[in-house]
Each structure stands twice: as C-alpha cells, then as structure tokens.
C-alpha cells in the first residue's frame, strides 16, 4: 500500500499557472518558493505576509491560485479566501496548513478551498495539490483526508445557510415557517432543501426530517 497523494484529476497543467503565496512566515514563503520555484508551468507572482497586504495586492497581480496560511495574525486564511472567493474572477485556493483539524478543513471547503495541505506534506505532495486544483479538481493531504473520515458518519459539508434550515427542520418548523424567520422566500428554502437532499443522498422528503431530527444537534447554529 502507497502513501502516494492521489488528486482528483490528472495532473497536468498544459499552460503557466500564476501562483501567488500568502503566509506570515518569511522563510515559509522562501521555502516554497525554493520547492515550487522549478516547477515546470509555474510561475510565482507575487507573495503576501498578511491578509491585508494579500487584499491589496491580488487585484493588480491577478493569480490564478494562491497558496494560503490558514494561520496568520491578522485575519486567518479562511476568513481570507471566504472574502476573495466572493469576488468576480476569484483566483483557486489551496489553503495551507500546521492544522488537521476536521473543523478548519470543512470550513476551509465550505468557503470554496479546492485544496488544503499540511505544511509538513512532503514538496511532491504541495505540487500535486497545485496541478489537481489548476486542473479543476480538489486535493486533500492523505493525513487530512484521513482524520476527516475517520469517524462512521462524518459530517457532511453543508453551507452554513443549508446547516440552518436542516437544523430547523429538525426542530419541526415547516418550509414556510424557515423562510419567515430566515427572511427567505419559501421557493428559496424549497430549493435549499433540494440541495441538502443531493449532498446527504437522500430521497424524499421523510428521509430528510428523520435525517435532520437525529441530526438536529450536530447542525444547530452553534455548531
């Protein structure tokens, strides 16, 4: 059995990807630029040692991935890439990480990371998460993948707005009833309960109360 890293896609990237780093350790960003410096179709253009100075930056560089620090001073790297993904043209991210805890990574997923690696991976393991993610896939480090599926029924990756009605449909409220105290309208909710039924796998409508009543606690608001 191999530890080997194995992405979504094939990795190959056929034209130069425009890479940008953001951490707040100096000799992190020298190192990864010394690893990923020789990469062939990769181009490092520009770097950022904080969330500041990575908003101000991206938008005259023009990335089309940023290799980014969960962990920085100012504003952590998933709040970071929750306000870049909201923007027009939003480089990829592939977060970048000391932390394997389940809870970053959903987190970092639910806010539209394609990738997330540990910063002790092995360099082949960095490249290959940059070539899956330009490649329009997703990639996990194996260790994370690993403790996030680790248990019977891991927690599937609903958005936070999915995580409210599926909590409040465990608590017996009716579509109707969602979409006034949420300020929706009741198709939007409709809607949203089709989408939680795609990513649970499941089919009617009673499968999907009983799922949310067992379910109620895990996807409360203060989950």
């Known amino acids: 059995m191999t530890n080997e890293p194995t992405p979504t896609t094939p990795s190959t990237v056929a034209t130069t990807v425009r890479l940008f780093l953001v951490d707040d350790h100096p000799l992190v960003r020298d ?3 010394a690893r990923l410096g020789s990469m062939p179709n990769l181009e490092i253009v520009g770097e950022a040692g904080s969330a500041a100075e990575a908003l101000e930056l991206v938008e005259s560089v023009r ?35 000391m932390y394997d805890n389940p809870e970053y990574v959903q987190k970092a997923l639910q806010v539209g990371a394609r990738g997330y690696v540990l910063k002790d991976a092995p360099a082949a393991e960095i490249v290959a998460a940059i070539e899956a993610v330009s490649a329009g896939g997703t990639f996990l480090s194996p260790a994370v993948s690993k403790k996030l599926f680790r248990t ?22 009716s579509s109707k009833q969602i979409a006034r105290e949420l300020g929706l309208s009741v198709r939007t909710v409709e809607a949203h309960r ?27 608001r203060d989950s």
């Open 31 to 33: 190192g990864l630029r």
């Open 152 to 173: 019977q029924e891991p927690r599937p990756l609903l958005t936070p707005r999915e995580s409210e009605i599926l909590s409040a449909l465990g608590r017996g409220e």
């Open 63 to 97: 990335p089309d991935l940023m290799l980014m620090d969960v962990g920085m001073k100012d504003m952590n790297g998933i709040e970071l890439a929750a306000l870049l993904l909201q923007r027009q043209g939003a480089p990829h991210v592939v977060m970048l990480s």
């Open 194 to 220: 089709q989408s939680i039924k795609r990513r649970l796998g499941i089919e009617g409508q009673a499968e999907l109360i009983k799922y949310a009543v067992e379910h109620a606690r895990e996807f409360g």
